[in-house]
């Protein structure tokens, strides 16, 4: 169950782990259904699909830097307790958007409609992928790791490996 205070906070009770985490995932997509839809495109890679070609650069470059059959294997990896969830948000998340299609002239945010395209079904890895995503944007640049290390090895191998290595940290230092 989740009641909002008077000042719009949800605050959700629950019987167990899965309950608790179905009510944050439906008070989820009642507040931010357009920018999680995005999270999750952003994050899979399929923004083009519905913003244009524009974006399909930043979908290839999202494509090449991870593997969803990593993300769906790490999750059957949890303990059941653990699993529950990523299941139960997205079962929430998805209780919402069934009932915004329901009721889509009053209920669908005003960014579908005007993108012409309507959320979709969530599942456990949605969750999964959207938070490691999140960490991976947030704390290093993922793309430049390959990059990094072929600059590196070009450097030690026409300075010599003290040099090198002297001039790599120094540039990633500037």
Do not use: C
Request: hydrophobic share 40%.
């Amino acid at each position: 169950m989740s009641i909002r205070d008077h000042y719009g906070v949800p605050h959700i009770y629950a019987q167990d782990l899965r309950g608790l985490y179905y009510g944050y995932g439906y008070a989820v997509a009642q507040d931010r259904l357009y920018q999680m839809e995005m999270a999750r495109r952003s994050s899979n890679g399929t923004v083009a699909q519905v913003l244009g070609k524009g974006y399909l650069e930043a979908d290839k470059a999202t494509r090449s830097n991870f593997d969803p059959a990593s993300i769906r294997a790490q999750l059957q990896a949890l303990p059941a307790d653990d699993r529950q969830i990523f299941e139960g948000y997205a079962a929430g998340f998805n209780a919402r958007i069934k009932e915004v299609l329901a009721d889509k002239s009053r209920l669908l945010p005003i960014e579908f409609v005007e993108e012409g395209f309507e959320p979709a079904p969530w599942s456990a890895e949605d969750v999964a992928n959207i938070w490691v995503g999140l960490i991976l944007n947030r704390f290093f640049a993922g793309t430049q790791e390959v990059a990094n290390l072929q600059l590196l090895e070009r450097l030690k191998a026409s300075r010599g490996d003290l040099i090198g290595q002297q001039l790599y940290d120094a540039d990633a230092l500037a």
